[in-house]
């Protein structure tokens, strides 16, 4: 828990200050959950503070919600290109993802239970939250600018899709937080993800398990399971 809220102040998420006259606070709750490695194996404990995005307004605490994802369709088509043309697949993790984007609205939310400061205080949000209705729509916005600032061109056919360098052969795809990235050599990927880790925290390493599957590659060959 404790983790959880220094990753909250390191990107400066949220100020405390007296509610203004008029606006409305909104609650937040602890959420545990287990990381299990592929091999079944329990990684890490999490605890992570969401707010209560079902009391927020429409109009007031958020204006649009949607927020494109890669479909899975697409993400098996570039892995058969990865395959195909013997190219290397690594995928990366974005951590606190939603922390590193900018909220597009003034949002209040209660201080995090078992950790108030001052019960007069409520907490003004700067950044994009867990359980904001937004957040999503917010991140992918961020992503977008960055890969755009790092030379990568968005997809005609997928905005969830962007290409780097041709002689690389670089291709990423993004779903929420989650990417793949395929490219000509091993270099050539971690290369992009250290300039990608300039911008955000995250963590990357060779493609095994990908929203919920488990992923094997051979020469000839690409499973799920």
Known sequence: MKEELQSMEDPNVYTLTELPAGAKCIGNRWVYKL?????????RFRARIVL????????????????LVCRFEVIRYILRIAL???LVSYQCDVKVAFLNSDIDVP???????GFEENNDLVCFLIRA???????PRCFYKRMKTILSNLGLKQSSTD???????KAHRLILALHVDDSV????SEGVIISFLN?????????YKPLEKFLGLQIERSERSLKTS
């Open 35 to 43: 990381k299990i490695s592929p091999k079944k194996e329990v990684e």
């Open 52 to 67: 209560k995005g079902y009391s927020q307004r429409k109009n007031i605490d958020y204006k649009e919600l949607y927020a």
């Open 84 to 86: 195909r043309e013997n």
């Open 107 to 113: 949002l209040y939310m209660d201080q995090p239970e």
């Open 129 to 135: 939250i867990y359980g904001a209705r937004q957040s």
């Open 159 to 165: 905005p969830c899709v962007f290409f780097g360098n």
């Open 181 to 184: 990235v395929v490219g000509k």
């Open 195 to 203: 300039e990608l880790k300039h911008h955000l925290e995250m963590t």
